[in-house]
């Protein structure tokens, strides 16, 4: 779900690490430690929560959250929330960072200082505001000025303790008067239409002057200003929450009689001090922000087709992908794109044949094959973790959440057993832990992707080729990936595979690392396992195993995964789980006399069907066949007075759903939408609005069968499990290139050195792979080419929105400092292109 800029797509997304806090305050209590939560939240709605760490005042948290942002936001804000059992969780203090500051902390881990949070600094929201001075002349005949203000409209209000009934105050202020008026109240919505006019006399009266059609004195317009306060009605005796305010001085009507703009709502400047920085801790973050501009697919087709076509290229080090990844700094920014360009078109498994019988050849060792991290290797690693989600899912996901909630002791290490645990209790336990999922694993094969079984052929063939006096090489090239690079690392950290919500507790965690490491041994294939091991007590532990019959049922696996021609026929039978997870529902009005009251249900989406029940692992209560959704779209807030929701529209009827938040909201959109793209009956045109009290809120038609009145959305085709957007994916891979312009410049420089000059390698061109000169370096005058078409585009979308941008627009309101810095940058380009 993109924004829409005539013809250009904006994507933004956030890939966050929540490391630690430290030197949180003491708890006013006894024992003064504090269970704390931090979130993350889009301005103040909250989108992710890690677990609850307790009794600790530097609580360390080391969970990833990534999520594409679908709506426009001012801060990135985090949370720390200290848990009370006898009252709600109270907020210990927060991080808010401006959506323009957030390249300043790309990618690197940040301390900061927590601040405090009152209703004061809890601002968001915008408010279109008109103004009009007009000439009223006195029974006395001077000259005074009116003047009408009128507040039209607020978007995206904060919505405070579960509800937002806004209403707003408009005051003349100067330093001898303050004159207020207040509009109506507007029940249960963050997004009120007032269109309100309020009339104030400017008190002081002026004589009419020919030189301007108003002659203020310049002392009144200095001094008086409209103050625009909004506020949420509230039943409780502490008095009505503070919502925002802003502040306007009349000297904006000198030029014009009328003004009108969107603003941005403010803090309040109430002259309170804050604290001394410091006294609430630190939070420690990495914050990766990026916003991608995407044109249509015919802009991208050269450098696209350039890609594409990398596995055919002789050598393979001349072709544009693997150009990229010589000059990226790390070999996993340019993987991740390529794997997601080459998986979209159905390239994946030629290009890493291609790299991957590359390295290969170069390799001297092959106890070092693909061991260390190479372009192939961070290309498999992705793949894996792109193809082969579900099949950990199936795999791993219901013992790793027996092992969550059973907390069996499992420590080995004799310097680290707690009070009261058995050394051969624990390793009794651990070894029925590890056998268990070396039984899954090896007993998986036919599960596994065809994507994947595919590569691990190829590199069973190269290997194979290149070392014919190893036979046990075939093994190893493929058990380096599928145990030490996918079973592994998805134990140790199975958060990070969508194993589980949340990182695991420290006993948890303890054992699934001793876990990891035997499967990682055990399907190693190496000689003298148990000498591998750093610690004497995990070889001791290992000891326990009988390497033959382990090592023969990790052949036959990799035997099954890499045979050539494999095909899993029953995966495109088998139902495969998409998504799931806790939202509120809507009675759909089944039952003649039941009652449409909304429900909190379990949702789960295969590619069969999308169902509901009570709680998860319950039956359903109902089911929708994917071939019955016709459409899934946003739902009007209106309609139910509640945010985030949609519908799923089916031959009879809308279900209305409401998720937890704009993410959630999105997230199910959009793989609901995909999972149905391909259905014959899906609609072109819907009711945005719901249809209550005997009409339709949107177009007013009384009849419930009335066809749509809006063009239906879509969605653009797209791998259902993968969900990859090719043009997005080659505007990531352009914008790598244009970062990364002078490596490839160096690149050329060192291809025309090498063809000229067949001597010793100079060192600064020595980094980089370069097996035919003549070739490589046709390849990067087309790459550099193609970049720079798309960089004259990028640059004129850009002087075209700024020509047409207003600032105080309803996209860019006052107050926008991201825009105000944009501003400024344009004018310094255009200044400089005179």
Request: charge should be neutral; include cysteine; glycine fraction near 4%.
């Amino acid at each position: 779900m993109a924004v829409e800029e005539e013809g250009l797509r904006v994507f933004q997304s956030v890939k966050i690490k929540i490391g630690e806090a430290k030197n949180l305050p003491t708890y006013p209590g006894p024992n003064k430690m504090r269970d704390c939560y931090c979130t993350v939240n889009l301005d103040q709605e909250e989108v992710f929560r890690t677990k609850i760490v307790e009794k600790s005042l530097c609580p360390f948290y080391g969970e990833d959250f990534y999520c594409e942002i679908p709506r426009s936001f001012r801060h990135l804000s985090f949370y720390i929330f200290d848990r009370d059992v006898f009252r709600r969780d109270s907020i210990i203090g927060k991080v808010a960072i401006q959506k323009e500051d957030l390249q300043k902390y790309h990618n690197r881990d940040t301390w900061f200082q927590l601040q405090h949070v009152d209703a004061d600094s809890e601002v968001q929201g915008k408010v279109h505001l008109e103004m009009r001075l007009s000439e009223v002349i006195t029974d006395t005949g001077v000259i005074c000025h009116k003047l009408a203000t009128r507040v039209l409209e607020c978007q995206g209000l904060p919505i405070v303790n579960g509800q937002c009934d806004p209403y707003a105050t408009v005051t003349l202020a100067g330093p001898y008067r303050s004159e207020a008026k207040k509009t109506k109240v507007k029940k249960k919505t963050n997004n009120p239409h007032f269109d309100e006019v309020f009339y104030f006399e400017v008190t002081r009266p002026c004589s009419y002057s020919k030189k301007s059609h108003f002659d203020f004195e310049e002392e009144d317009v200095d001094k008086l200003e409209i103050r625009v306060d909004l506020w949420n009605a509230s039943n409780l005796k502490f008095g009505d929450e503070f919502l925002g305010e802003l502040r306007i001085p009349l000297k904006v009507l000198r030029q014009s009689s009328s003004y009108e703009a969107w603003y941005f709502l403010q803090p309040r400047d109430n002259g309170s001090k804050s604290l001394k920085p410091g006294d609430l801790g630190s939070l420690r973050l990495n914050v990766v922000y990026t916003e991608d501009h995407v044109f249509s697919s015919d802009y991208y087709s050269p450098l696209r087709d350039l890609l594409l076509k990398s596995a055919d290229v002789e050598p393979v080090s001349a072709s544009a992908a693997h150009i990229l990844g010589e000059v990226c700094r790390e070999k996993h920014e340019a993987a991740i794109p390529l794997v997601r360009l080459f998986l979209h078109y159905g390239k994946i498994v030629p290009f890493i044949s291609a790299i991957a019988n590359a390295e290969v050849k170069r390799t001297q060792d092959p106890n070092t094959i693909f061991r260390g991290n190479s372009l192939t290797s961070k290309c498999i690693d992705e793949t894996m973790k792109l193809a082969g989600m579900h099949y950990l899912q199936v795999t791993l996901k219901p013992i790793i959440e027996e092992i969550c909630q059973v907390h069996k002791p499992c420590e080995i290490d004799p310097v680290k057993l707690k009070d009261g645990e058995n050394l051969e209790n624990n390793m009794e336990n651990l070894r029925q832990y590890v056998d268990r999922i070396f039984n899954v694993i090896t007993k998986s094969g036919v599960s596994c992707p065809t994507v994947m079984c595919d590569i691990f052929f190829s590199l069973r063939e190269s290997a194979a080729k290149r070392f014919q006096g190893d036979l046990d090489v075939r093994y190893t090239a493929v058990s380096s990936f599928i145990f030490l690079r996918f079973f592994a690392p998805a134990i140790l950290s199975p958060n990070l595979f969508q194993l589980t919500p949340h990182h695991t507790d420290p006993q948890t965690s303890r054992t699934l690392t001793l876990i990891s490491k035997t499967i990682q041994t055990l399907g190693s294939l190496s000689k003298s396992k148990s000498a591998s091991f750093k610690e004497s007590y995990m070889a001791t532990f290992y000891d326990f195993f009988n390497e033959q019959k382990y090592a023969d049922a990790v052949k036959n696996f990799l035997d099954l995964i890499s045979s050539s021609g494999r095909r899993d026929h029953k995966s495109i039978e088998q139902p495969i789980l998409l998504k799931e997870g806790f939202m509120i529902k809507r009675a759909q009005g089944r039952k003649r006399f039941g009652m449409k009251n909304f429900k909190k249900r379990w949702f789960r989406l295969t590619n069969h069907e999308f169902t509901y029940q009570k709680s998860k692992g319950d039956q359903p209560l109902y089911s929708i066949p994917i071939e019955n959704i016709l459409a899934v779209e946003k739902l009007e807030e209106e309609s139910f007075k509640m945010k985030n929701m949609f519908q799923v529209i089916q031959p009879e009827r809308a279900l209305y759903i409401q998720a937890n938040n704009c993410v959630e909201a999105k997230d199910w959109i959009d793989i609901l939408t995909k999972v149905s793209q391909c259905n014959q009956k899906r609609l072109t045109v819907y009711h945005p609005s719901a249809y209550l009290n005997g009409h339709w809120l949107c177009c007013k038609a009384t009849c419930d069968a009335t066809p749509g009145c809006t063009p239906c959305t879509g969605g653009l085709p797209a791998n259902i499990q993968l969900d990859i957007d090719g043009d997005r994916e080659t505007e990531r891979i352009y914008s790598l290139f244009n970062l990364y312009m002078n490596k490839l410049e160096k690149m050329q420089e060192a291809c025309g050195s090498k063809s000229v000059y067949d001597g010793p390698e100079q060192e600064e061109y020595s980094t980089f792979i370069i097996d035919d000169p003549q070739e490589t370096y046709k390849t990067l005058k087309q790459i550099i080419a193609g970049v720079g078409v798309l960089e004259q585009e990028h640059a004129q979308y850009k002087r075209d929105k700024f020509k047409k941008t207003k600032y105080g627009s309803q996209e860019h309101p006052i107050g926008d400092k991201s825009f105000q810095s944009y501003i400024r940058q344009q004018s310094e380009i255009s200044a400089h292109s005179i």
